[in-house]
T-cell receptor, first 119, second 113 residues
Framework: NAGVTQTPKFQVLKTGQSMTLQCAQD?????MYWYRQDPGMGLRLIYY???????DKGEVPNGYNVSRLNKREFSLRLESAAPSQTSVYFC??????????????????FGPGTRLTVL | AQSVTQLDSQVPVFEEAPVELRCNYS??????LFWYVQYPNQGLQLLLK??????LVESINGFEAEFNKSQTSFHLRKPSVHISDTAEYFC???????????FGTGTRLQVFP
């Protein structure tokens, strides 16, 4: 099993350009997440998806859109990149999902990250 | 709203010395607590978690953490660290109302020979 995979690993954009970060998991997990990691700020949740067809905003959603294409894939789109979006982006997944009895207990599995620089 | 405080941004320590990484949380409801580790240029991976029961939880590589409800803390300890423990450690909290994790700002553990 590959676990959680992310593409690309590195990307440099100019201000105003758009791009999509791809994430896929092969663990049949219900929930998927997008985080950004900035120095001194830990990980902050951008968007998450509790199940196929549903998405919800996290702590820092502005400037981003997401698509839960199917159960395996969850993409993050920057429509008009800004230097403030320079960061390392992590995708994660967990077994949790709507209807599960014990929410909040599941381990999240992380991808290797995408390092994005916006000039 | 939940929050997690990791007061130490960096902890330097010599190999074979003991270490404690501090984590305090703020929540008015019952919580679940996690420690994740991030090795250089990698994603995060779970180190250990507290869900219920015994307040002392252990990982397979010698780390342990104790849930202290009265002090709202979940400090991570290891009696003797190894060079390979050099990494960034994140404390996180969730509760039964959500599957979202709230992360602390991380503590960079640097182990010197």
């Amino acid at each position: 099993n590959a676990g959680v995979t992310q593409t690309p690993k590195f990307q440099v954009l100019k201000t105003g350009q758009s791009m999509t970060l791809q994430c896929a998991q092969d663990m049949n997990h219900n929930s998927m997440y997008w985080y950004r990691q900035d120095p001194g700020m830990g990980l902050r949740l951008i968007y998450y998806s509790a199940s196929e067809g549903t998405t919800d905003k996290g702590e820092v959603p502005n400037g981003y859109n997401v698509s839960r294409l199917n159960k395996r894939e969850f993409s993050l789109r920057l429509e008009s990149a800004a230097p403030s979006q320079t960061s390392v982006y992590f995708c994660a997944s967990s077994e949790a999902g709507t209807g599960k009895s014990f929410r909040g207990t599941d381990t999240q599995y992380f991808g290797p990250g995408t390092r994005l620089t916006v000039l | 709203a939940q929050s997690v405080t990791q007061l130490d941004s960096q902890v330097p320590v010599f190999e074979e010395a003991p270490v404690e990484l501090r984590c305090n949380y703020s929540s008015s409801v019952s919580v679940y607590l996690f420690w994740y580790v991030q090795y250089p240029n990698q994603g995060l991976q779970l180190l250990l978690k507290y869900l219920s029961g015994s307040t002392l939880v252990e990982s397979i590589n010698g780390f342990e953490a104790e849930f202290n409800k009265s002090q709202t803390s979940f400090h991570l300890r290891k009696p003797s660290v190894h060079i390979s423990d050099t990494a960034e450690y994140f404390c996180a909290v969730s509760d039964r109302n959500t599957d979202k994790l709230i992360f602390g700002t991380g503590t960079r553990l640097q182990v010197f020979p």
